[in-house]
Each structure stands twice: as structure tokens, then as C-alpha cells.
């Protein structure tokens, strides 16, 4: 049958599965905005480009779906970039489709030009321009393919308008196969019966959890080897929920502001087994000097990861699911109980803490809030985050109950990720709370798309941690720039302030007063400057119908407590300043 | 530190438009240094040969390959550094020659088995194909004579003897 560009991008979507996109309409997309218009794909329209490539990975991240976002050409593609750069440094799968000018105007700097696969080509996994319709069915069902096969990533495709409405016998490619990508799927034997001997042999060792368990799907597997083998389990930021928070096995986040049990049992373990991370520097600090006594086995879909920046004993490149799989099957029951005590003594030692200086005029503590919403939702919420201090309060007090629970831009540090995220979450999981821990300065970023939850109705809840700075950069200021705070507080004149002549937060007026812009949505607003007023205005949160935003006033001196400082050896973690 | 080398890779990748960027974009990337690249046709008009010469050691030689391998068009890579093979060059440098040293520079063209391809009143253009070492010594030996211009194709490689670099093989 005959189709048209645009009907052919359609159908595609629809066969790939896609129920829901998100983007903004322009000159070059016309023509397939008119076909979505007649499709069963709902349209999310976003209020930026940037909102939708986040919706689109918030979708994605939460199902492990390929999550689709769509833009005009020229300023819609570049405005994708910042959410397809945040999405393949997480390797989440996205396919972007761009509008493009005339395929006989391309290069002749027209109206609404710009170069969008160059533009995309440093930030994807793959990225087409298709010139002739009659490729633009394979290059779909191609993207798709690659965007969720191996290690998962964006894929962008570039659709000049003209091939939009340029018609072509249409004929749907059941079978793809690309020749020059065949991703890795089965560890390989000898290398798994390898690590099997290490493990056997190990006396205290450690399951080094990354987000690639999440994205391959490993969460039973790694449960079922951790319990078979009694090994305790310390994640990533990425990999929050990979074990369920309240599991016996499970230690706690580990890294630049992860606890000082897991940090010390990765610095004292004899066998380090690596699962789908890939030795962030926030996570390994200095290289010279992590987890020097261990023997290290590495699982990972990626070759280029393996041997990166750590010397690994034993590489094994496949399919985590896969691999742990059949290491379950080369174990045999093993028990570890002197050296899980020896964490959980470490974890007593010093325990996550904060300290709630009491008092009439105490400011509320943000470790407090998330506790608070982590006891009323059982740690069951679906949570999003910006980036900064609030992402790693969150990654702290919000150990998650499930995989794909826990939103957050961890290789790019992509501020404004969290909103726009928790919106595709909410869209995909309509009965799920879904809550984003926010900062102040990054919901400015993209709070634009406060509007969209109300035109789509999607009911989604902004805590604000609002200490009135960019608090991170506040924390390092403050730490290593001999508390010059240049440029980081967010109501002063530049930025500029001194210790000395900071305002108490919770007389100073915010700019936005955000319960007035709640107001101005529609939406819920309240603004908490009290310890007692929080839990109930927790729960009201949790009751309302439309979204909300809840801007809770915290003290900007408040840090993000234990910190390896850059640079640093895990066995430098400073636990407290006090 | 590990030993420095100098590797030649020969990299098959799918003939599409953009290839050349993608690669070109990597090694800037990732901060690889290039000495040269030469790109071509092959046997198989689906399917263009990179020639790629880089320094680096052993870990850097590793990223390099697993990072061009990631590259959906690339489909597979080489490394010559210990495989008996065949390196060529082709330069072509514009030499001042007058009347008097004329001869003196034939002679030197003639033992390095170049080819003179244009001639003016003061000045002639030399052709020499080779590996590095040959046409780094013609430099050097022209160079007196003052070089104009040169334009160098870079090197491209082949394995000696059956062994074969195709798609299939
Ligand atoms: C787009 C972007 N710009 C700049 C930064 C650098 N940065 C990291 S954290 C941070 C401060 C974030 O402030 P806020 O959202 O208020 O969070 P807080 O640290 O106060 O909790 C900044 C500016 C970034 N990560 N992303
Ligand atoms: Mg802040």
C-alpha cells in the first residue's frame, strides 16, 4: 500500500508499541503531527523540548520502554540535546524524531537550519538523517532496535519535511538485522566458571551494584545470587531499588556520598564483583588507592567499559541477567556472617545521621522530609530528582522498595532532569505516586512544564528543598573556596553572598513565591517553614487530586554528610564536620 | 607508563554519509590523537576502508578499538602492529629547481624511484609513493633545495600474504 512519510513514521511508532510521545509541533513536523492527530498515540505537548526528552526518559526509565520524544528542526532538535545527552549517559533507550528543512534546503542555512545529527551525534547511540522515504520504515524499526538492544541508549532520526510527505509503497520490515552491531548477550563460559573459583574462594566478598542490573532486567537473579551465596550488596546511585531497601543483604548506596560501611567494605573486601557499573569517578575517588586488597570480576554489556579506568581479574562482557543466571547455577551455598557483621558494625559506627538541633527557631531538616515521606509511602514511591544536594539527601533517606523506582541524572548531573521525569513516570504509572525531591534552583529550570501537568492532568508532586542557594555548589564553595559564595545564591544580587550576611531562610522573600505560582497553575500550593508542619502537609500531598508543589524552607548551611571529597581515597570519607 | 607505539589500523565501515564524522568525532571526543586517516573505497561498494594511524599504549590502543567497535557503522577493525604488512604513502611536493642543481635533483628522484609528474621554468613536482621512513627520507634529502607545497594522501595498509580483511572473512 501507498504511504505517505508521515503516515509511515505513524505506523511504525504504533507497531513498535508506542502509546504515548511527547513533543511540540513546528514548521518541519507538520506533516506527521497531522498524522498523529487521527493515531491511538496519545501526545503528551510539552511547553520545551528539553521537558519532553525528560518525560520521554522518565517513561523509559520507569518501564523499560523505549520512550519517544519529538521536535521541529532547527531550535526543537537543539533544544533536545541537553535530554538526549542526560539519557545516554545512563544508557536509557529514547528514540528523538526531528523535523528537518526541504531535503533540497538542507546546508543553505534556512530558516529553522541547523545540523541536528551533528548536533546529536556526541550524545546518542545512533542518530539517521533519511533523505528517501523509502529507507524511512527500516530506519525506524532499526533505531528502535538499537535503541533497546545491548546497552540501552537515545537514538535520534532526522526527517526532512519533504520526505514527511513524500509517498512510497509501504512495506513494514518484520525482520531487521544490522551487521555491524551484534551486542554481546551470553557471558562466556570459561570466564564465568573463572569467577564462579573467585567467589568460592572468597572470604569477604562485595556486590558492587550499578544501574545496568536495573536496565537488564537482573533485580531476581542478583537477589537470588546475593541469598544463594550470602554476599552483602552495596548500589550505585544508579541502582537504587536493584534490592529492595529492608533486604538483609542490602548495605546502602556507596561513593562520594554513600555511607561509611559500604565505602569501608569496598575498600576492605577480597573480591569486588562488579554488576553493570562502571567505576564512576564519584564512585571509585582516587583510583590509586580503591578497594586496593580485592580481586575484581566485572559483568557488563559494554566491552568499552571493562578495563576503563580499573584493572579488572576477571572481565565477563554479556547480558547481567544472563550471566548471573548461570553463575547461580556454577555456586554453590556459601555463608559470609563474620563479614556482614563487620559492615553492620562499621554502619553502627557511624550510621546515616543528621542532627535535629531542636529548638523554637530550628529550620526544618531536609534528611527529615524524606524520611518522613519514606515511612508514609513504605518507600514504595516512584521518585524523581534534580541535581545537587537534594539528589543525595534523596539517594540517602529514599532507599527504594523496587527497581525503576529512583529517577535520577547520575552521569550527566542534568539539573531540571526531575520534574519533567516524574511527569513521564506519572504518565506511565497513572496509579503510583510519583514525587519529585527537587532543589530550588533546579526546578527554575524546567518548572515550565507545571502547565503541562494540568492540560494532561497527570497529578505529580514537587517537594522543594529550598535553602535558597544552588546548595551544592553553596557545600564546595564553602568547603574549598574558603566560603567566598560566589555566583550560588539564588536571591541575591549576582548570586554573591558571605556567611556573615546571610538572611534567615525562613523570613526572606522567594523569588518565585511558589505557593502563588501553584496558584496561578491551579494546583496545590503550600509553603513549610516548621518541623511539625511537615508530615501533615505530607500527607495532603499525598491526598491531592491536582499536583503540587510544596516548597519546604531548610537551612542553607546544611551538607551533604558522609563526602569523599574530589579527588580523594574512599578512606578519606569525612562522616561529619562537627 | 606503558611503551608508546605506533599502531595502523585498518577499520571496515558501512558506506554511508556521516561515517567519516562519526569517527572523526570519536578520536576528538575522547582526546585520541590521530597521525593520519585515509578513507577509500573497497572491493565492496557498500563498504568504505579507514586507514588509521595512531600512538598510544596498550590501554589506550584498547579504548580506541572498543569505542570504534560501538559505532553502529563500524563493522570491523584491524590492528597491523604484529601482523607482517604493507604500508604506502603518496606524496606529492613541489621542489625550487633551477638550471644549475636540476640534475643534482633528478638524481636523488631517480634513486628514490619517484616520478617527476610536472615541470615549470623554476620548479617541478615530485611523486613518490612509499611508507613513512621512504618519503620522510625524500623529504629530508629535497628539503635543501627549498620544498613549495607537498600534499600527502596518508597511509593505507594491507596485510601480506593470504590473509584477508573483508566483511566475510
Ligand atoms: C544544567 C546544570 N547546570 C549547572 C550544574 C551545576 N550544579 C550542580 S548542583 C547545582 C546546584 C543545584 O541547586 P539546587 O537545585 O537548589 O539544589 P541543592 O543543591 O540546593 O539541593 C549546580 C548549579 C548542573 N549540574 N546542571
Ligand atoms: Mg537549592
Redesign the interface.
Known amino acids: 500500500m501507498e504511504k505517505t512519510g508521515a503516515e509511515i513514521i505513524v505506523e511504525c511508532l504504533e507497531r513498535e508499541g508506542v502509546s504515548i510521545v511527547f513533543g511540540i509541533p513546528g514548521g518541519c513536523n507538520l506533516p506527521f503531527f497531522d498524522k498523529l492527530y487521527d493515531s491511538k498515540i496519545r501526545v503528551i505537548l510539552t511547553r520545551h523540548e528539553q521537558g519532553a526528552s525528560h518525560m520521554a526518559d522518565g517513561y523509559a526509565r520507569s518501564t523499560g520502554k523505549v520512550g519517544v520524544c519529538i521536535a521541529t528542526s532547527g531550535p526543537g532538535a537543539t533544544n533536545l540535546v541537553t535530554g538526549l545527552a542526560t539519557a545516554h549517559m545512563d544508557s536509557i533507550p529514547m528514540v528523538a524524531i526531528t523535523g528537518q528543512v526541504r531535503t533540497d534546503a538542507i546546508g543553505s542555512d534556512a530558516f529553522q537550519e541547523a545540523d541536528a545529527?551533528?548536533c546529536t551525534?556526541?550524545v546518542t547511540?545512533?542518530n539517521y538523517?533519511v533523505k528517501d522515504v523509502k529507507d524511512l520504515a527500516a530506519v525506524i524499526r532499526e533505531a528502535f532496535y538499537?535503541a533497546k538492544s545491548g546497552r540501552p541508549g537515545p537514538v535520534h532520526i532526522d526527517v526532512p519535511v519533504d520526505v514527511q510527505r513524500a509517498v512510497t509503497e509501504f512495506v513494514y520490515p518484520e525482520k531487521i538485522s544490522?551487521?555491524?552491531?551484534s551486542p554481546t548477550i551470553k557471558g562466556h563460559a570459561m570466564q564465568i566458571k573463572k569467577a564462579a573459583e573467585y567467589i568460592k574462594n572468597s572470604e569477604r566478598p562485595l556486590l558492587y551494584v550499578g544501574g545496568g542490573t536495573i536496565l537488564s532486567g537482573a533485580c531476581e537473579e542478583l537477589r537470588a545470587f546475593a541469598e544463594k551465596m550470602n554476599i552483602p550488596v552495596v548500589t550505585t546511585l544508579m541502582a537504587n531499588g536493584a534490592l529492595p531497601y529492608d533486604h538483609p543483604l542490602y548495605m546502602g548506596p556507596l561513593g562520594m556520598h554513600g555511607k561509611y560501611s559500604t565505602n569501608t567494605a569496598m575498600q576492605k573486601c577480597d573480591l569486588m564483583i562488579s554488576c553493570g557499573a562502571r567505576f564512576d569517578d564519584r564512585v571509585t575517588g582516587k583510583l590509586s588507592s580503591f578497594s586496593p586488597h580485592s580481586k575484581k570480576i566485572h559483568f557488563d554489556i559494554?566491552?568499552?567499559n571493562i578495563?576503563?579506568s580499573v584493572k579488572v581479574d576477571v572481565p565477563v562482557v554479556g547480558d547481567l541477567r544472563s550471566i548471573l543466571k548461570e553463575l547461580i547455577a556454577e555456586t554453590p551455598k556459601k555463608e559470609h556472617k563474620d563479614w556482614i557483621h563487620q559492615i553492620q558494625a562499621w554502619d553502627k559506627e557511624h550510621p546515616l545521621s543528621y542532627k535535629n538541633n531542636g529548638g523554637k527557631d530550628a529550620t526544618i531538616k531536609p534528611q527529615y522530609v524524606i524520611q518522613e515521606l519514606h515511612r508514609l509511602t513504605k518507600g514504595e514511591a516512584i521518585v524523581s530528582t534534580g541535581v545537587g544536594q537534594h539528589q543525595m539527601w534523596a539517594m540517602q533517606w529514599y532507599p527504594c522498595k523496587e527497581p525503576r523506582h529512583f529517577l535520577t541524572s547520575g552521569g550527566l548531573g542534568t539539573m531540571g532532569y526531575g520534574f519533567p521525569a516524574a511527569i513521564g513516570a506519572k504518565l506511565a504509572h497513572p496509579k503510583k505516586d510519583v514525587i519529585c525531591i527537587d532543589g530550588d534552583g533546579c526546578f527554575q529550570m524546567t518548572m515550565t512544564e507545571l502547565a503541562t501537568t494540568v492540560t494532561e492532568d497527570v497529578k505529580v508532586i514537587v517537594i522543594i528543598l529550598n535553602n535558597y542557594y544552588l546548595g551544592m555548589v553553596r557545600q564546595w564553595q564553602e568547603l574549598f573556596y574558603k566560603e567566598r559564595f560566589s555566583a550560588s545564591c539564588l536571591v541575591a544580587e549576582g548570586g554573591k553572598r558571605t556567611k556573615e550576611n546571610e538572611p534567615d531562610p525562613k523570613l526572606i522573600p522567594y523569588i518565585p513565591d511558589f505557593k502563588k505560582l501553584a496558584d496561578a497553575y491551579g494546583i496545590l500550593g503550600m509553603r513549610i517553614t516548621k518541623t511539625e508542619e511537615v508530615t501533615p502537609a505530607l500527607e495532603k500531598a499525598l491526598q491531592s487530586k491536582t499536583s503540587v508543589i510544596l516548597d519546604i524552607v531548610i537551612h542553607p548551611g546544611d551538607k551533604v554528610f558522609p563526602m569523599v571529597p574530589a579527588g580523594a581515597g574512599l578512606d578519606e570519607i569525612i562522616v561529619d564536620m562537627a | 607508563m606503558k611503551k608508546e607505539q605506533t599502531h595502523t589500523l585498518s577499520v571496515l565501515v558501512e558506506n554511508k554519509s556521516g561515517v567519516l564524522a562519526r569517527v572523526a568525532g570519536l578520536f576528538s571526543a575522547r582526546g585520541f590523537n590521530i597521525d593520519s586517516l585515509a578513507v577509500g573505497k573497497t572491493e565492496d561498494p557498500s563498504v568504505s576502508r579507514m586507514t588509521i594511524v595512531v600512538k598510544g599504549d596498550e590501554s589506550v590502543l584498547e579504548q580506541i578499538e572498543k569505542q570504534l567497535n560501538k559505532l553502529i557503522d563500524v563493522i570491523k577493525i584491524c590492528d597491523y602492529i604484529a601482523t607482517p604488512h604493507l604500508e604506502r604513502d603518496l606524496a606529492l611536493i613541489k621542489v625550487k629547481a633551477n638550471k644549475n642543481n636540476r640534475s643534482e635533483l633528478l638524481q636523488i628522484i631517480d634513486i628514490f624511484r619517484a616520478k617527476i609528474v610536472d615541470v615549470a621554468d623554476d620548479s617541478l613536482i615530485v611523486e613518490v609513493t612509499g611508507d613513512e621512513e621512504k618519503i620522510a627520507a625524500l623529504i629530508s634529502m629535497v628539503s635543501s633545495f627549498g620544498i613549495l607545497e607537498m600534499s600527502r594522501t596518508g597511509i593505507v595498509a594491507m596485510a601480506r600474504g593470504c590473509s584477508i580483511l573483508t566483511v566475510h572473512s
Do not use: C, E
Open positions: 545529527t551533528g551525534r556526541p547511540k545512533h538523517l538499537i544490522v551487521r555491524s552491531y559494554d566491552p568499552a578495563g576503563k
